[in-house]
């Protein structure tokens, strides 16, 4: 049986999609109605995708008025599989059925060795080898923040690089992190301190006016230098956090030349290497881990969000020279969350049966050429990049003053109108990147080519109406 033919079988109870011609109106509903008057002020995709879900199959979902769309978000890329896959749900039944305990703190269980074994067979052997896992509160942020702690303890340093346009959660360490300044500036200060800012490898926007091998080369050049230099102003930094391919930042992906560069300028200097793959990881780029693709082993790696098979979880793995922390030097009650754990292994042995990575490369790869191909009529896609099924396609004003690599201006107007246009057609994307100009696709790893092709369908008629409604 083929890959393909497998994923479509096992997909075979999905909602039927809606019609291609159906224009969908947004009139606010009670559920929505309530929300708005009773959920914080903070609340943000209902802003854009304002929908009540009532239920979900596969890559389907449907609101409480019978809509259906297509879900090219998938939880930020928690869903894996698609929602309420036959694997996971499988799996939580078991659980369930077996009267196992639902909450376990770090007591361990045959349900959790079974997850950390499944976990640790996925990993380059080169870090399986010497890993050590921390299991920590049921969100990315806050392994990021136990990644912090497990880097500065082990090291005796305290400040930490990061990237502009990174991306690694909202609690007040991590958001210290962020490249974004937005959900910074309302913080009269942050907790987290000793963070100093890199400059990226964004191709398409080069920070030094270059792009290419030579951007890459001047990049990883200068942090050298910045590692090396007695009078750089910077003191050696407990770590070095990078996203492999950037998400929210606008899906870049790091030039692999640039990771491996990044990785020897780093171990050479004694610093440790995290790699955030909370959305990266677990097949979404074509491989198991994002970082795989060039090669390199970190010293620390961050997940969340698949890991646990649509449910909570978080884990930090590092190797074993980091792992001088004291006994309960991170801790957190929902760390034995033991449904998300049989859920993450159920969907880690299926990625594994069922080659979903290279599954996913070729959907990828085919999504891509039908955005190559609209760019021809579009002018207004610039770069259409990303690993995977991890794509982006960042929208640019054909009409503005180009920058230094000639490349037109982030068309932030045109995004927020496609995306509305998307959903009237029954497509749910997200924006990113700087502006919120890049538009996001996310879809379940198991996306067939039919439903690849439908997605590119609407996305066409929905740039084709933005663009007339300008």
Request: aromatic content about 6%; some cysteine; hydrophobic content about 45%.
């Amino acid at each position: 049986m083929s890959v393909a033919t497998s994923l479509v079988q096992d997909q075979s109870a999905r909602v039927t999609p809606a019609p291609a011609e159906t224009l969908y109106q947004f009139n606010e509903s009670p559920l929505l109605a309530r929300q708005t008057r009773q959920e914080s002020n903070a609340r943000s995709y209902p802003r854009r995708i304002p929908l009540a879900l009532k239920r979900a199959k596969g890559i389907y979902v449907e609101d409480v008025e019978g809509r259906r769309f297509i879900d090219c978000l998938a939880g930020a890329g928690t869903l894996a599989l698609g929602h309420n896959h036959a694997v996971v749900i499988e799996a939580i039944r078991q659980v369930l059925a077996d009267e196992l305990p639902l909450h376990t703190l770090d007591l361990t269980t045959p349900v959790k060795d079974q997850f950390v074994q499944d976990l640790f067979a996925l990993l380059p052997q080169g870090l399986a080898g010497e890993a050590k896992i921390q299991f920590c509160g049921p969100t990315g942020t806050d392994a990021v923040e136990a990644a912090l702690k497990l880097v500065r303890t082990a090291t005796g340093r305290s400040t930490v690089l990061s990237f502009q346009g990174g991306y690694h959660g909202m609690s007040q360490g991590a958001l210290s992190l962020m490249g974004s300044l937005a959900p910074k500036k309302p913080m009269a200060a942050l907790l987290g301190s000793g963070v100093q800012f890199m400059p990226y490898p964004y191709d398409y926007r080069c920070p030094f006016g270059l792009g290419g091998a030579q951007g890459v080369k001047v990049n990883l050049s200068y942090l050298e230098n910045l590692l090396s230099d007695p009078e750089a102003g910077v003191e050696l930094p407990a770590a070095v956090i990078v996203e492999a391919v950037q998400g929210e930042g606008g899906v870049i992906p790091a030039d692999l030349d640039w990771l491996r560069g990044l990785r020897r300028i780093t171990e050479k200097a004694g610093v440790a290497l995290i790699v955030d793959e909370i959305q990266s990881g677990f097949g979404r780029t074509g491989k198991m881990f994002a970082f795989e693709h060039a090669g390199i082993i970190p010293d620390v790696v961050v997940m969340s969000k698949a890991i646990g098979g649509s449910l909570p979880l978080a884990v930090v793995v590092y190797r074993d020279w980091l792992d001088t922390w004291l006994p309960g030097a991170h801790a957190g009650t929902f760390r034995g969350n033991q449904m998300a754990m049989a859920a993450g292994s159920a969907v880690m042995r299926y990625l594994t049966e069922h080659r979903v990575c290279e599954h996913a490369i070729a959907m990828g790869e085919r999504l891509g050429e039908h955005l190559r191909i609209l760019q021809r009529d579009f002018p207004q896609l610039g770069d259409i990049r990303g690993r995977g099924l991890m794509l982006g396609v960042e929208l640019v004003d054909p009409s503005g003053v180009p920058d230094a690599q000639g490349h037109p201006p982030i068309f932030a107007r045109l995004a927020p109108l496609v995306q509305r246009e998307c959903l009237k057609r029954g497509l749910i994307l997200e924006l990113g990147g700087r502006h919120g100009g890049v538009v996001r696709f996310l879809p379940p790893l198991v996306i067939t080519s039919s439903e690849i092709d439908q997605v590119a369908e609407i996305f066409g008629r929905a740039m084709a109406a933005a663009t007339a409604s300008l």
